[in-house]
Nanobody, 125 residues
Framework: QVHLVESGGGLVQAGGSLRLSCVTS????????MAWFRQAPGKEREFVAG????????YYGDSVKGRFTISRDNANSTLYLQMISLHAEDTAVYYC??????????????????WGQGTQVTVSS
């Protein structure tokens, strides 16, 4: 059975930083492109960042470019999202997801069959 478990969310002031982690099990992690999505109340789920299976390519949503960094540790089946210069608009539940698409990174939620339960990030202004 596949499990993706996010952690690292919390309450932070605007301008602050957080690092999210996603530990996976039951999944051949090193063979899947991975991504982070987020969903704010009343809004659709939004692509945040994606990384290729080997970690050589990354792709970011326009709203987080230059502030967020996605990375992965294939030896430990773990995905990360380093977030700096956080804005109130970054407040959302953040989800990690495993993609079924290769080789290109895809931003489409439906192309990610495996999801974590999410971790709340709240940025106070």
């Amino acid at each position: 059975q596949v499990h993706l478990v996010e952690s690292g969310g919390g309450l932070v002031q605007a301008g602050g930083s957080l690092r999210l982690s996603c530990v996976t099990s039951g999944l051949p992690f090193s063979t899947h492109n991975m991504a982070w999505f987020r969903q704010a109340p009343g809004k659709e789920r939004e692509f945040v960042a994606g990384i290729s299976w080997i970690g050589s390519s990354t792709y970011y949503g326009d709203s987080v470019k230059g502030r967020f960094t996605i990375s992965r540790d294939n030896a430990n089946s773990t995905l990360y999202l380093q977030m700096i210069s956080l804005h109130a608009e970054d407040t959302a539940v953040y989800y990690c997801a495993a993609s079924s698409a290769r080789p290109r990174i895809t931003t489409t939620a439906s192309a990610h069959p495996y999801w974590g339960q999410g971790t709340q990030v709240t940025v106070s202004s």
